[in-house]
């Protein structure tokens, strides 16, 4: 339910966003009014769409590295909260995340100890988000230490296949 209302909630922030764009630009070329207003609603909504869908597939697989993290380490945490971390943790990823990371490789040069660092600072938001949902201590320390982790060898394989040649730093 979370899932849906946040894609739900992405949906409307998109079109809302999108159409006034598409409408400005339409009307500065559009010469018939009523084709015109079908056509900026109907490419605003496929627009939206695919931005939605986008952000779907990507709530998906962080879903599924939480489930990857609850299953490996028999952690028993119920779907509905895997669902509120998920939505949680996918907000923190797209918006927080970016000012640390932007810190981190201020500070430090070589890839591969940016990637850890990123790592160990998303486990400790990560353990702090899973709590503040109301996992016990252990819980959101070892689903945090496991979805931090998949999110990482999925950053690392990501980065080794983009560069092959040259080092990581």
């Known amino acids: 339910m979370w899932l849906l209302v946040f894609l739900i909630f992405i949906f409307i922030i998109s079109i809302s966003l999108i159409f006034p764009m598409v409408f400005k630009g339409e009307r500065k070329e559009a010469t018939d009014e009523k084709a015109s207003m079908w056509l900026?609603?109907?490419?605003?909504?496929?627009?939206?769409?695919?931005?939605?869908?986008?952000?779907?597939?990507?709530?998906?697989?962080?879903?599924?590295?939480?489930?990857?993290?609850?299953?490996?380490?028999?952690?028993?945490?119920?779907?509905?909260?895997?669902?509120?971390?998920?939505?949680?943790?996918?907000i923190y990823l797209f918006t927080i995340e970016t000012v640390f990371e932007t810190i981190i490789n201020f500070l430090i040069s070589i890839k591969l100890f940016q990637q850890i660092l990123l790592a160990l600072v998303r486990i400790l938001v990560f353990g702090l988000i899973a709590t503040l949902v109301g996992l016990s201590y252990d819980q959101a320390i070892l689903i945090a230490t496991g979805s931090a982790a998949v999110l990482l060898v999925i950053e690392l394989l990501y980065e080794f296949k983009q560069k092959p040649d040259q080092p990581s730093h």
């Open 40 to 90: 900026v609603s109907f490419v605003s909504t496929l627009l939206a769409l695919l931005i939605t869908a986008i952000f779907g597939g990507l709530s998906l697989v962080l879903l599924g590295a939480l489930n990857v993290a609850n299953i490996v380490l028999s952690i028993d945490v119920s779907s509905s909260k895997l669902i509120v971390l998920t939505v949680c943790y996918f």
